[in-house]
């Protein structure tokens, strides 16, 4: 085990020393948002009684990967399949780059292969939570250092 603040996990997944869970990967990238330890326990004391909502990501298998859609995003189905008895599968002949260029609402983390990942979010958080910056693991767009 080795303590990582955000960048170096995501410089250490970019170098392929660690691999990160797309879930994961979008934590960090909200803990991005915070550029010090005192900043994110200041945000998480004010909206601790807020709320929270749980998600299923859906996979969207693409031509050259998959997204996983989350709520909010305009591709995200109206009755996801919580429980996996459904066996709903989502599927395009499409490629990744076009289906980012045909959209416009998102709320999804896109997945061209297992070290990359890009998430990507306009959608308005709920609970007054804050998004994840969209970060993209072959870059470090990422100011925190927590």
Request: net charge negative; glycine share 4%; with cysteine.
């Amino acid at each position: 085990l080795q303590w990582s603040s955000p960048v170096e996990a995501m410089e250490r997944f970019k170098s392929q020393e660690i691999w990160i869970a797309p879930p994961q990967f979008y934590e960090l990238c909200r803990l991005c948002n915070f550029s010090s330890l005192s900043q994110l326990h200041k945000f998480s004391s004010q909206r601790a009684l807020e709320g929270c909502e749980r998600w299923m990501p859906v996979i969207l298998n693409a031509s050259d990967g998959y997204i996983q859609l989350l709520p909010g995003d305009e591709l995200y189905p109206e009755n996801p399949d919580y429980t996996g008895e459904k066996k709903i599968l989502m599927s395009t002949d499409k490629k990744i780059e076009d289906l980012m260029k045909e959209g416009s609402v998102f709320h999804r983390i896109v997945i061209q292969n297992i070290n990359s990942l890009a998430v990507h979010v306009n959608v308005e958080a709920k609970y007054k939570h804050l998004n994840p910056l969209m970060v993209n693991s072959d870059c470090s767009d990422c100011n925190s250092k927590l």
